[in-house]
Structure formats: C-alpha cells, structure tokens
C-alpha cells in the first residue's frame, strides 16, 4: 500500500515542481515513489497511511562521486596544509593499501546513515575486494581499478577485475581509472579509456590536481617526480610538454562518460575544452585544502555548463565521507550558490554522469516519479548557510 511522508520541506531536484516546496510530501511504494509535490495536494488523493518527519528538509538520496574505499584506515595519518609533496611523503610512510575491510564496512554504514545511495570508489590493489564488499551493501556504485605505471597488457581486458558478487547483485560495475598523467603512461591511459568506452563503462582520471602535477609534465623536473624516481618509479619518465587538460585532449581521455576529478589548476581555457568535450568534472574541495594544493574555480566550472559533482576522496586526506561537508565547504564560500544549486552537485548531477552507463545511478538524484524511494535529510549547518547568508 502507498505510503505519504510529509517534511517541512522538499528539495525535489525535478523540473516539474519548484526547486524549494514548503510543507511537502512524497508517496512511496515499495522501492519507488509514486508522487512529489505540496502536501495539500498529494493528501486529497491519498487514502493511506501518512507518516509525518516534522521539521525537516527532505532531499534526494545522495552521491559520493569519488571516494578511496581501501585507504580508510588512514584517518587523522597523513599532513595538513603543507602541499602535496609533504602529504604524499606522510601517505607513504604508511601501510598504504593494507585494506581493513571491517572500518570500511563501518563508513558504509556512517555514509548510509547520512544518505548516500551511490558511490564510486578507486582502488589501486583492491578494487576487487572493495567490489565485493560493495556488492553485498545496499549501495549502487563503480569499483574503479586503477591503472597505474607504463606497461601495457596484451589483451587490455587484464585491466578490469571480475567479480561474480558484482554481476550478480545489479547495483554497480566494476571499471577501471587512471591515477594521473604524470604516473600512468599514455598508452595505458588510453587502452584503459578504450576498454571502457568498448565496455560501454564510465572511465575516471585525477587531472590539474595540484601545481607539481603541471610542472612535471610540462618540464620532468619536480620534487615530487624526484621522490617518485627514489622508489623506483617513473625512474624513465620523459616529459610530454603539456599541461593536463590539453594532454588529456591529445589522448582522447575526455568525453561524455569521463569523470575528471579534482581540476583544481584548471584555467579558462582548460575550462572552454571540458566544457566542449562534455565530459564532469568531480571536485573534492576538503580534500585539496587538507593538503593545502589550492581550490578548484567552482563557480567557473559552473558558468561554462560543466556538469560538476562532488565526491570526498579518502580519509587520507578528509574527516569523513559524508557529501554534504563538501556541499557546505563550498556554500560558505560562494555566495551565489544557491541551495538547490548547491544540492545538484551531489543528486541530478552525479545521477546524469552515473546514469549514462549505470542503470541504477539513472534512479536516483531526484523526487520524480518512478525514482528510487532514496532519501537524505539535509542537515541543518547547510540550511544556516542558506538562511543567513
């Protein structure tokens, strides 16, 4: 039988009603709403039960559009605001990729607690068993396996894991990323893309992350190029005199089913070519400002039509997990975004991206009929950034 919940308000992410609806409701069914709009319009045609939240902000369901899963251990591990190459130097003074697969279950439960419905996770030695982890949650998702180094499989395949319990569970697929320019050759970046785009996959690059990672391609000469060579990797690296995004053109990394995460170096240019290859841009702004690497023109992004989403990257470098702290980070300090506006980067957004290849991310990210009955409470810090701002 439909069941009507009734909230202070909606944020219903959907063209056909007002971006904000005061005293609303939505009717559920099962897994799927049926209706959202006014409560006094919905209650007329509703003859069953009617559970009332109270004072609350209803919203869709959110995404986490980039997380790192297998370095959940690291929490409160790893430099603050020094740069990038004294975090990195703090990150591999730990058991890097040594998976605790019990606290990873427990940010699942915290992330789920807040409302999140869909991640996408990237994994450099554990995207299979985060996979499987993923699998037996509730949540829809992308196991991303990272390529990383210069060599090249004979049958490109090799680079995507299987996983039965992901095939098997209908929520998520398992996919493959680049870890960046600097540190995955060209030609492996580009069998990667290409293995996705065949598999009808999205694909996901960290790009314009941070002033080393341009310095290093345009001029191989770099402190953190320099910390790479010492462990032996990168130990041939050769320059390609590029900067990020024009390189990432040049390999035809970027189109419509690409998420380029971070884009904190981006200039208007970089900005112009994103915006024509169609491809989303995923900002981690909690992140970057841990390891002090600057911030990502958000609102440029914005203004050039960039679908733009936000994800929390790892505990390596965050407090938690949770997508509204990144939607509150950038509220206070943009005050031309508006709630709705803001909500997008973590519902519609995200849902657009993810559900161009993932059938379950196409239900989520708004109040529509037919959507998942997914639901998340917008916390009451981002409704103060809102009212008195």
């Known amino acids: 039988m439909p069941e009507l919940l009734r909230a202070a308000r909606l944020l219903p992410q959907c063209l056909e009603l007002p971006p904000v609806v005061d005293?609303?409701?939505?009717?559920v069914e099962g897994q799927d709403i049926l209706a959202a709009g006014p409560f006094a319009q919905l209650s007329r045609e509703h003859a069953g039960p009617v559970r009332d939240l109270g004072d609350v902000t209803l919203a869709p369901a959110t995404f986490?559009?980039?997380?790192?899963?297998?370095?959940?251990?690291?929490?409160?591990?790893?430099?603050?605001?020094?740069?990038?190459?004294?975090?990195?130097?703090?990150?591999?003074?730990?058991?890097?990729?040594d998976l605790d697969a019990s606290a990873v279950r427990t940010e699942l439960m915290r992330m789920e607690q807040k409302g999140v419905a869909f991640l996408a996770d990237i994994s450099t030695h554990n995207a299979a068993r985060v996979g499987d982890i993923l699998s037996a949650s509730g949540f829809g998702f992308v196991s991303f396996a990272e390529a990383i180094g210069a060599a090249v499989p004979g049958d490109a395949a090799a680079l995507l894991p299987r996983v039965g319990a992901v095939e098997d569970c209908g929520r998520g697929a398992m996919s493959v990323a680049g870890h960046a320019l600097y540190s995955t050759s060209g030609p492996l970046l580009q069998a990667a893309k290409g293995l996705c785009r065949e598999r009808g996959l999205p694909f996901s690059l960290h790009?314009?992350?941070?002033?080393?990672?341009?310095?290093?391609?345009?001029?191989?000469?770099?402190?953190?190029?320099?910390?790479?060579?010492?462990?032996?990797?990168?130990?041939?690296?050769?320059?390609?005199?590029?900067?990020?995004?024009?390189?990432?053109?040049?390999?035809?990394?970027?189109?419509?089913?690409?998420?380029l995460v971070h884009c904190v170096t981006v200039d208007g240019q970089d900005i112009a070519d994103i915006a024509h290859?169609?491809?989303?841009?995923?900002?981690?702004?909690?992140?970057?400002?841990?390891?002090?690497?600057?911030?990502?023109?958000?609102?440029?992004?914005?203004?050039?039509?960039?679908?733009?989403?936000?994800?929390?990257?790892?505990?390596c470098s965050n407090a938690d997990l949770d997508p509204y702290g990144e939607m509150a980070w950038l509220m206070e300090r943009d005050s031309g975004l508006d709630l709705p506006d803001a909500m997008a980067l973590i519902t519609v957004n995200p849902a657009l991206f993810f559900g161009r290849t993932i059938a379950q991310a196409a239900r989520l990210g708004s109040l529509a009929p037919g959507r998942l009955a997914r639901f998340s409470i917008v916390p009451a810090a981002i409704l103060d950034i809102w009212i008195h701002r």
């Open 207 to 259: 790009l314009a992350e941070h002033a080393d990672e341009d310095q290093i391609l345009l001029t191989g000469e770099n402190a953190f190029l320099d910390l790479l060579k010492a462990r032996g990797v990168l130990s041939g690296y050769d320059a390609p005199g590029a900067r990020p995004v024009p390189l990432a053109r040049e390999l035809g990394l970027m189109d419509a089913d690409t998420l």
């Open 277 to 315: 290859s169609g491809a989303t841009v995923c900002l981690c702004p909690r992140s970057n400002e841990h390891i002090g690497v600057g911030r990502a023109p958000a609102r440029a992004l914005l203004d050039a039509g960039v679908n733009v989403c936000l994800g929390t990257d790892g505990l």
């Open 23 to 27: 005293d609303g409701a939505v009717v």
């Open 64 to 97: 986490n559009s980039h997380v790192h899963l297998e370095m959940t251990h690291l929490l409160g591990k790893t430099s603050s605001g020094q740069g990038f190459v004294p975090w990195v130097q703090s990150l591999l003074a730990q058991p890097l990729y």
